[in-house]
């Protein structure tokens, strides 16, 4: 079945550094990509996402492009702030049926 | 603003009582989740309900019953609560066809004592 593998952390940076999240998937066909966040205390929210290869989504700094030669979705962002502190989640929505599959999350602490 | 509902924020229960988790969206969207997610383990699918009058089992369902009342409200219900339910609750509600995005509450805390 379908399936997503990402770095389960906690990854410890400090303020400025360079963020890269690991994500690769199974899947059959072309699923879409996503990248979720969830802050402390809160519910996920969408971070980005990917429809098609060689996508690139981006949103508040964070990027992650649509490999489908290496199946995989790294989420990056070039200079971390404190506020960047949370959890962060891969996932893919299949081509056919709904059913989100979800990586393990990884989290992040960012440190002034 | 639009989005999905959850109530309560909060919730702690004796063993063996009952309680209702509630969730709404107002986005029209037709498919709706609960979610459960408990440290180390991720996100869990506990029950989903692709359209109005059905509803599907997902990765644990054991413990829990649903109801999807009408296009908008799903709830979750525990019968007969447990220690092993402890844990953060989420809905999440998308529109119809394959590759969409979800939208997530912002989560119901449960402790079971």
């Known amino acids: 079945g379908d399936s997503v593998t990402q770095m389960e952390g906690p990854v410890t940076l400090s303020e400025e550094a360079f963020l890269t999240i690991n994500c690769t998937y199974t899947a059959t066909g072309y699923p879409s990509l996503f990248w979720y966040v969830q802050y402390p205390g809160e519910g996920l929210q969408l971070l980005l996402k990917a429809t098609k290869a060689d996508d690139k989504g981006s949103n508040k700094g964070f990027e992650a492009t649509y490999r489908k030669e290496t199946t995989s979705f790294h989420l990056e962002k070039g200079s971390v702030q404190v506020s960047d502190s949370a959890v962060y989640f891969c996932?893919?929505?299949?081509?056919?049926?709904?059913?989100?599959?979800f990586g393990p999350g990884t989290r992040l602490s960012v440190l002034p | 603003n639009a989005g999905v509902t959850q109530t309560p924020k909060f919730q702690v229960l004796k063993t063996g009582q009952s309680m209702t988790l509630q969730c709404a969206q107002d986005?029209?969207?037709?498919?709706m989740y609960w979610y459960r997610q408990d440290p180390g383990m991720g996100l869990r699918l506990i029950y989903y309900?692709?359209?109005?009058?059905?509803?599907d089992k997902g990765e644990v369902p054991n413990g829990y019953n649903v109801s999807r009342l009408n296009k908008r409200e799903f709830s979750l219900r525990l019968e007969s609560a447990a220690p092993s339910q402890t844990s953060v609750y989420f809905c999440a509600s998308a529109p119809p066809g394959g590759r969409q995005d979800y939208t997530f509450g912002s989560g119901t805390r449960l402790t079971v004592v």
């Open positions: 996932a893919l929505s299949p081509l056919y049926g709904q059913n989100f599959v």
């Open positions: 309900s692709a359209s109005e009058g059905t509803t």
């Open positions: 986005m029209n969207h037709n498919s």
